[in-house]
């Protein structure tokens, strides 16, 4: 078997047919996947929620995730936000004539393990190679299904004056470990990715709520471009109070030293919740029994005033207007 990637391994032929076979069925086989038919024949019921991203992160491998990892919990978040049950994915990859095998497989086996974690199946894929220098090692596309329940769906549209704001954790982990790992920079406290996983979160506080208005995860642009998407498709204006808006040590101190402001940095394991104020306490208690919501807080509120205005009252008692994120703050964290 070759040790890395050839143009051959794109042709349609055997050596495309041994890639699917020893590699991507290899780790990511299912019933439904492993009948290698040009389609996937899925056991969906009524309203269906899909979602679609593409993942060109660099570098691969980061503290706390991968690119792997980070494709299947991008998609499955997404499908999640809109209160549906995640249950299928597809899996596109592009990939660069005389990429390495081995680290083909750590991505896929990594895929693997969070699609499993995540209890959802791949269903079917597709790959391309590309020549040197076409694309940088791999870029990954995932699809996702989901399955909606009975009821009006959170959607960014539904916030309204009286509503609580909540985030289940610390904000822009992913954002500053990414850049951190690939400029090479060490802080005195390391910083992680918070890439997961938040379906069973989500499940938890809308079993726990029941009637969830808005839910959103905080990705690129962070939780000061979300929060603003929110105020405008709502209609709404939103009040954010800095010093109830969690953030780890090393995001903190990084953030200090290299002058960025963490409301902008991305996530890929935080949500934004927004309930109405007298479920407010049902949904933290639910957030903070799950280990996804240990550092979850109440940081906003949503009230009447100017339509699409985000006002942050900070720490020393001021108060900030916050806009949308200008231009790529930080390309290629996802």
Same mark, same amino acid.
């Given at each position: 078997?070759?040790?890395?990637?050839?143009?051959?391994?794109?042709? *349609?032929? &055997? #050596?495309?047919?041994?890639?699917?076979? %020893? !590699?991507?069925?290899?780790?990511?086989?299912?019933?439904? /996947? @492993?009948?290698?038919?040009?389609?996937?024949?899925?056991?969906?019921?009524?309203?269906?929620?899909?979602?679609?991203?593409?993942?060109?992160?660099?570098?691969?491998?980061?503290?706390?995730?991968?690119? *792997?990892? &980070? #494709?299947?919990?991008?998609?499955?978040? %997404? !499908?999640?936000?809109?209160?549906?049950?995640?249950?299928? /994915? @597809?899996?596109?990859?592009?990939?660069?004539?005389?990429?390495?095998?081995?680290?083909?497989?750590?991505?896929?086996?990594?895929?693997?393990?969070?699609?499993?974690?995540?209890?959802?199946?791949?269903?079917?894929?597709?790959?391309?190679?590309?020549?040197?220098?076409? !694309?940088?090692?791999?870029?990954?596309?995932?699809?996702? /299904?989901?399955?909606?329940?009975?009821?009006?769906?959170?959607?960014?549209?539904?916030?309204?004056?009286?509503?609580?704001?909540?985030?289940?954790?610390?904000?822009?982990?992913?954002?500053?470990?990414?850049?951190?790992?690939?400029?090479?920079?060490?802080?005195?406290?390391? !910083?992680?990715?918070?890439?997961?996983?938040?379906?069973? /979160?989500?499940?938890?506080?809308?079993?726990?709520?029941?009637?969830?208005?808005?839910?959103?995860?905080?990705?690129?642009?962070?939780?000061?471009?979300?929060?603003?998407?929110?105020?405008?498709?709502?209609?709404?204006?939103?009040?954010?109070?800095?010093?109830?808006?969690?953030?780890?040590?090393?995001?903190?101190?990084?953030?200090?030293?290299?002058?960025?402001?963490?409301?902008?940095?991305?996530?890929?394991?935080?949500?934004?919740?927004?309930?109405?104020?007298?479920?407010?306490?049902?949904?933290?208690?639910?957030?903070?029994?799950?280990?996804?919501?240990?550092?979850?807080?109440?940081?906003?509120?949503?009230?009447?005033?100017?339509?699409?205005?985000?006002?942050?009252?900070?720490?020393?008692?001021?108060?900030?207007?916050?806009?949308?994120?200008?231009?790529?703050?930080?390309?290629?964290?996802?």
């Amino acid at each position: 078997m070759h040790t890395h990637i050839l143009l051959d391994h794109g042709s *349609g032929g &055997l #050596a495309s047919q041994r890639l699917i076979k %020893d !590699v991507f069925v290899r780790h990511l086989g299912n019933a439904v /996947l @492993s009948s290698l038919n040009d389609a996937a024949c899925l056991d969906l019921s009524g309203r269906v929620a899909m979602s679609t991203d593409t993942f060109t992160v660099t570098p691969l491998f980061f503290p706390g995730g991968d690119i *792997g990892s &980070l #494709a299947v919990h991008g998609t499955v978040n %997404d !499908v999640a936000m809109c209160g549906a049950v995640p249950r299928y /994915l @597809s899996c596109g990859f592009i990939l660069e004539e005389g990429l390495s095998l081995e680290l083909l497989e750590r991505i896929v086996a990594s895929m693997a393990r969070a699609a499993e974690s995540a209890g959802v199946q791949i269903a079917t894929g597709d790959t391309k190679v590309v020549p040197r220098g076409a !694309v940088d090692q791999v870029f990954i596309n995932t699809t996702g /299904l989901g399955e909606l329940g009975e009821g009006t769906p959170p959607q960014g549209n539904r916030a309204a004056p009286g509503d609580a704001v909540l985030v289940n954790g610390s904000m822009g982990d992913h954002g500053l470990t990414v850049l951190a790992h690939r400029e090479g920079l060490n802080f005195r406290t390391p !910083v992680e990715s918070d890439s997961a996983a938040l379906n069973g /979160l989500v499940s938890d506080v809308m079993q726990a709520v029941g009637d969830v208005h808005v839910l959103r995860d905080p990705t690129r642009g962070g939780l000061a471009t979300t929060i603003k998407e929110i105020a405008e498709q709502s209609g709404v204006c939103i009040e954010l109070e800095e010093s109830r808006i969690p953030f780890s040590p090393g995001v903190e101190e990084g953030c200090s030293f290299l002058g960025l402001d963490p409301l902008f940095l991305a996530n890929e394991g935080k949500m934004i919740c927004i309930v109405p104020q007298d479920m407010a306490e049902k949904a933290l208690q639910a957030m903070r029994s799950h280990a996804l919501g240990k550092r979850a807080e109440i940081v906003g509120r949503v009230i009447q005033g100017q339509a699409g205005r985000v006002v942050l009252n900070t720490a020393i008692g001021g108060q900030r207007l916050v806009h949308m994120l200008e231009g790529e703050q930080l390309p290629r964290i996802c």
